[in-house]
């Protein structure tokens, strides 16, 4: 296998900020990673090329930047500490520009043995042949949500990838602004919202499907995803969810934005009160707000409570690794969900939250924490709702063209659920 062009550690870090991975990669080193009998002198031997995938909102200023490459080297360290025969070479990229290079690095031999990614981009890239399918012992996989290993898993049982870490989806706020805390229904948002309090939400359809579990709109939409008949109370439940985007984009002080990083930096700048948000911006929002940021689970409605979908942030295999570099890979991904790893994982970081089943969050310790278990919570309630439709390019062409219709005023939430029944009919065979 040829050698991937990468620069050291150091400056590939520098290039992009990865505050929240690097932690999880510091923690893959920290256990014991030296399968059970086996010592230092295990015969792992050889270098492996690890691709990180940078989601858009994970862009960081020059201190985490810093902070994120000193973390990087002490696993470099540590692992070497452990397996003085491997080494570890590192390449950043903005994940949706990995996906598109990966191809083209394959056929060249310069494909990396592992990718550190979201579950989404690991499920593209295994449709595109670009990954490795891993089958893992059942110790290990008995130790994580089958909810969570169900977004993975392939037809023949396999799983596209191996999940080492979620992060929940959130409400961040200004306790300023909104010093008896985040609003704790839909209704609130508006109510809120008319006495001058500046909210933010995604145009995404990914980041509004939280709402749809408050307006009990969740199994109305998995169904019509399905091409499955509607009664007309499941359709009234679909035109209340979309009649609630539609009303608050009518709300003066309530605006949606096309790109996370814009909601992120409203908040910071003090040009939004309260926003949707990711675990791993949580480090980003405290540099600017300090104290001031609040931290809560996003709130429901009368239906019921949010359906959050919450990231997952996996090990997959490249497709070209030797016999020996897919070792060193398998040692790494199974050890990666070891409970003491995973416990340090979510202490270390903050912003992430164990796939360990057996694991838990210390949320006596902190709000933050408390508030990221309910969120990942009420993200596996929602799991046929995420499973169905989080995965469906169709499903999200189809989404995607119609809330920009309601949202910008284009299309009246009535006539959308029949646009939206639709389009969302599955082929014919």
């Known amino acids: ?36 009998g086996q010592n230092k002198a295990d015969g792992l031997r050889g270098t492996v090329y690890l691709a990180l995938g940078i989601a858009s909102e994970e862009s960081f200023d020059r201190e985490l930047r810093e902070r994120s490459t000193e973390e990087v080297e002490r696993f470099s360290k540590a692992f070497r500490a452990l397996h003085p025969g491997v080494s570890i070479q590192l390449v950043a990229f903005p994940e949706a520009e990995l996906v598109a290079q990966l191809p083209r690095r394959q056929q060249a031999g310069l494909g990396p043995d592992l990718l550190l990614i979201t579950a989404a981009a690991a499920m593209r890239l295994q449709r595109q042949g670009q990954v490795h399918p891993l089958s893992m012992p059942a110790e290990t996989l008995n130790q994580l949500e089958p909810e969570t290993l169900a977004r993975l898993r392939l037809p023949d049982g396999r799983l596209a990838a191996l999940p080492v870490a979620q992060q929940p989806e959130l409400a961040c706020f200004n306790r300023k602004r909104l010093p008896e805390g985040s609003p704790t229904d839909l209704a609130g948002i508006l109510r809120r919202s008319s006495e001058g309090v500046r909210f933010g939400l995604s145009i995404d359809p990914h980041q509004l499907f939280w709402t ?62 309260w926003i949707s948000c990711r675990s791993s911006s949580i480090s980003r929002l405290e540099k600017q707000l300090g104290a001031d940021l609040g931290v809560a689970a996003l709130p429901g409605g009368a239906q019921g409570a949010a359906t959050p979908v919450n990231r997952l942030r996996v090990l997959a295999f490249g497709a070209n690794s030797s016999p020996g570099q897919r070792r060193i890979a398998m040692e790494m991904a199974r050890f990666s969900v070891n409970p003491l790893v995973q416990r340090n994982l979510t202490l270390e970081s903050q912003d992430l939250l164990p796939v360990n089943r057996f694991v838990p969050a210390p949320t006596a310790s902190s709000a933050v924490l408390k508030s990221m278990v309910v969120s990942a ?17 169709a499903v999200d062409q189809a989404l995607s063209a119609v809330l920009a219709k309601v949202i910008f005023g284009d299309q009246d939430p009535r006539g959308a659920v029949d646009t939206l029944i639709h389009d969302l009919q599955p082929p014919p065979r």
Request: aromatic residues 6%; hydrophobic residues 50%; neutral net charge.
């Open 1 to 36: 296998m040829k050698r991937l062009p990468v620069r050291p550690l150091a400056a590939a870090l520098a290039a992009g900020g990865l505050a929240g991975i690097t932690g999880l990669l510091i923690w893959l080193a920290a256990g014991n990673l030296d399968p059970p």
């Open 212 to 273: 749809l579990g408050g307006l009990g709109a969740g199994d109305a939409l998995l169904k019509a995803s399905r091409g499955t008949p509607l009664s007309d109370a499941e359709r009234r439940q679909l035109v209340l969810w979309l009649g609630w985007l539609q009303n608050a984009s009518f709300q003066q002080h309530i605006t949606f934005f096309a790109t996370q990083d814009e909601l992120l930096h409203g908040l910071r700048r003090g040009q939004l009160d």
């Open 377 to 393: 919570e009420q993200a596996l309630a929602a799991h046929p709702l995420v499973l169905a439709l989080v995965a469906n390019p």
